[in-house]
């Protein structure tokens, strides 16, 4: 989960909490994963974030819960996240024009896997500040999980535009022109592009996108109808 959250009000309970971080990671892990606005190479951020795995709906097909712990239901995250976002919008009503804090309310949403909700917030803190291309990438990733892949698209661009560096936007958009539109050369170039303009790269991502890149290359050649192992998964 996201770091340097606000402390939970006390109707966010450590069960509750604990029970949020492993389905979002356990989804995460089954069904893929975005990777966040800031990672470790960008510098641009309003609001400090790690490069982690992000959730995807908690009913996507896959998804289980560990053995012996209860799914949470999509309204017990909604409330789950309400809770936790209490303070930070009591904290807005004195500060409506803190974009840092806009961004901080949409990573709650985003967690809970309240996508249209993060949508909202990351909106605000991009017309405040539109050139946060940490917020706009999560924004896209957000999209994508709602199913718009073409905004999603749209979004990680407008960072490009700003940033044609920023790593996290690449691969972003490397995975979804992969997954959403089987558009295997354009990912392809994504990632090979991430690669040039970041040559200081943690090694480990590096091969994985390599690897990918591997897979994707083998796709290109395969004749229709042939079973392949396309991973199913996307950065945020």
């Not at 209490?86 to 901080?104: G, H, R, S, T, V």
């Not at 970041?198 to 091969?207: E, L």
């Not at 290359?217 to 229709?224: A, D, F, S």
Request: aromatic share 8%; net charge neutral.
């Amino acid at each position: 989960m996201a770091q340097n959250k606000s402390t939970p009000v006390a109707t966010w309970t450590g069960m509750q909490a604990y029970v949020l971080a492993t389905i979002c990671l356990v989804v995460g892990l089954v069904i893929g994963y975005l990777f966040r606005g800031s990672g470790t190479l960008s510098s641009d951020s309003t609001a400090t974030r790690q490069t982690q795995a992000a959730g995807v709906p908690a009913n996507a097909p896959g998804a289980t819960p560990p053995m012996g712990m209860t799914q949470p239901t999509p309204e017990q995250m909604r409330q789950m996240a309400d809770a936790q976002a209490a303070p930070l919008l009591a904290q807005l009503q004195n500060e409506p024009n803190n974009a840092d804090l806009l961004y901080k309310i949409g990573n709650v949403y985003y967690d809970a896997q309240q996508f249209p909700e993060s949508v909202t917030y990351y909106e605000k803190a991009l017309k405040i500040n539109p050139k946060q291309t940490d917020v706009r990438t999560d924004m896209g990733t957000a999209y994508y999980y709602m199913g718009q892949p073409d905004q999603a698209l749209k979004e990680y661009d407008e960072v490009l535009k700003i940033n044609d560096k920023h790593a996290n936007a690449l691969f972003n958009q490397g995975m979804v022109r992969w997954q959403a539109k089987m558009d295997t050369q354009g990912a392809i170039a994504s990632w090979q592009r991430l690669l040039e303009t970041n040559p200081d790269y943690p090694k480990d991502k590096r091969d994985r996108i390599q690897e990918l890149i591997v897979k994707a290359q083998e796709h290109l050649t395969m004749k229709p109808g042939t079973k392949t192992d396309k991973p199913a998964e996307v950065a945020r």
